[in-house]
């Protein structure tokens, strides 16, 4: 009955290695299907690739700066369309701020309606008040609909990536974006489509070696 016992639990044991096994490849498969490209582009403003529009914005230090065009040498420009009123702003906020010191990222914050609200909101995350654009014109020339929302923009004054954003993976997947020129999520997986296939091609035509 010993010899009996134990032997379930070996095979008990084993089928849960090779069910976890299974589950650790599912995983791999799914990891990489997934893109780390495309932070929910809307489809709508400027499109990567093409130029950001510039604007002259007014902040809630009352001081005027200047949205789009070209940037110092290796410097991106990250736009974060946020709202006192919308949770997922202000709970994203203090990360895109972590973010962008970790990334040297200029980061530009843009909201539109209640100066006083915005200038609580900014006080309230230690957001610095000339970095702080508030009007409606940045969000019209972007075409931004829904927050939070956010706009990377290249030293050459090119958008790099855009989209809605509601945590910091969205925000990596835009220097990721940067990094490997791919600019959607489209334009990854067609990447990998065409990598696979030329693999598989060079796999062909090898040499057979008996």
Known sequence: M???????LWLIVLLQAVALLALARQVGVLHERIAPVGALA??????????????????????????????????LQLLFFVAPTCPVCKN???????????????????????????????????????????????GRAFHVGKLPYAVLISELGVVVAQGLVNNREHLESMIVAHETGLHSVQEYLEHRRTLREADSGRDRQEPKHF
């Open 92 to 138: 994203l906020l203090p990360t895109a701020k972590t973010f962008a010191e970790t990334e040297a990222l200029d980061l530009i914050l843009v909201g539109d309606g209640d100066m006083a609200e915005h200038r609580n909101m900014a006080t309230r995350f230690g957001v610095d008040l000339s970095r702080f654009v508030i009007g409606s014109e940045v």
């Open 2 to 8: 010993v010899v009996v016992s134990q032997g379930l």
């Open 42 to 75: 809307m489809g709508r403003g400027p499109q990567p690739g093409e130029a950001a529009p510039k604007i002259e914005a007014r902040t809630l230090a009352n001081t005027v700066l200047h949205v789009g065009g070209k940037l110092s040498a290796g410097t």
